[in-house]
């Protein structure tokens, strides 16, 4: 019949001391090699789920700045076609002014470049789509950036429209250049398309600015948001590092401590010999 063994306090003892350091330098290996003092909710819960908390809103914020930095590329491009549209107006402009002292030959090649012109504009901005959204050929088209998981949390552009139709250009003028009246309307068309283009320009370029604010707060937020969560639960590695050296020095003295206890015992055997 198997009988329990007892231990002298003293052993009992130093077993137990010998234990908890065990538990503890398991720990403190545990936390050097993570890095964590707070890895689950079992190490602290209310310290877990609120780190946790943390960093799931920063990853939430961080897909949602993928989508505002795509609504930057959309918007310039946008800038840009718009940009492109002003320089091939002004072209068009200087054609028009050479058109009021040119006769016979030139004149004829003049509305042949003027033309040209103007139909490169409506190409032009024809092709300037990004990732499926044109946002200077449909007047209907809008982009619309989300910043957080908040409804409300967006901005909504509406898209711009610079085909010549839309910017009172009409092409078949350039067909009676031979008049003088004809050329000075072209002319005023003209300078009040270069107007309307400048408009839409300003208002792409505030939306651009106005992302890469938001772009710039997201990131740092973010950042803010994940050094808090790291505060909460990264271990300090060179406390820890002297942790384990003291836990060491007395797991050691523990096994020595039982070695004693145990050579205590013997001697009282001695005793009865």
Do not use: C, H, W
């Not at 234990?19 to 909710?41: C, D, F, M, W």
């Amino acid at each position: 019949m198997a009988t329990n063994i007892s231990l002298s306090a003293a052993a009992r003892n130093s077993l137990l001391s010998l234990q908890g350091t065990s538990s503890l330098t398991e720990r403190t290996n545990s936390r050097l090699s993570s890095g964590l003092k707070v890895a689950s909710p079992v190490d602290n819960a209310k310290v877990f789920f609120e780190a946790k908390a943390l960093t799931d809103r920063a990853s939430t914020l961080n897909e949602k700045k993928d989508a505002v930095d795509q609504g930057i590329s959309s918007l310039s491009a946008a800038l840009e076609t718009t940009e492109s549209v002003d320089a091939l107006v002004r072209q068009a402009k200087g054609i028009a002014l050479s058109a009021k002292t040119a006769t016979g030959t030139e004149l004829t090649s003049l509305v042949t470049q003027y033309n040209t012109v103007l139909s490169q504009i409506d190409l032009l901005v024809a092709d300037a789509t990004y990732q499926g959204l044109n946002l200077v050929n449909n007047s209907t088209s809008t982009l619309t950036v989300s910043f957080s998981e908040k409804t409300t949390s967006l901005l909504t552009i509406n898209a711009q429209r610079l085909d010549t139709n839309s910017l009172g250009l009409d092409i078949s003028s350039a067909i009676s250049f031979s008049l003088s009246s004809v050329i000075d309307a072209a002319i005023t068309q003209l300078d009040n398309a270069i107007t309307e283009i400048r408009g839409a320009g300003k208002t792409l370029g505030s939306n651009v600015a106005l992302l890469q604010t938001r772009l710039d707060f997201t990131s740092t937020y973010v950042n803010t948001l994940e050094s808090g969560a790291a505060k909460l639960t990264l271990a300090d590695l060179t406390q820890e590092g002297a942790n384990l050296v003291a836990l060491q020095t007395r797991q050691q003295l523990g096994i020595n401590a039982l070695a004693f206890a145990g050579q205590a015992d013997q001697q009282i055997l001695a005793l009865f010999r």
